[in-house]
């Protein structure tokens, strides 16, 4: 009947195209090298420009 779709969750990945699973991987790599620099940068001392108040932990948005 349906033979040539593969099963529930075993769908082939598009060749060439970036998943969203790999999407995902590479957005959660750069965040965690952002968040070891800001750490490392922080031990040492120095100001980090994250966009946030280190004093309120306000955000540049934010109404504080």
């Known amino acids: 009947m349906h033979d040539n779709v593969p099963p529930f ?7 060439g195209k970036m998943t969203r699973e ?5 957005a959660l790599k750069a965040n965690m090298a952002r968040r070891k620099a800001q750490a490392k940068a922080r031990s040492a001392g ?19």
């Open 9 to 15: 969750g075993k769908s082939p990945r598009p060749s």
């Open 22 to 26: 790999d999407r995902l991987k590479a």
């Open 46 to 64: 120095q100001a980090v420009p994250d966009g946030t108040d280190s004093d309120t932990g306000a955000g540049p948005h934010s109404t504080e």
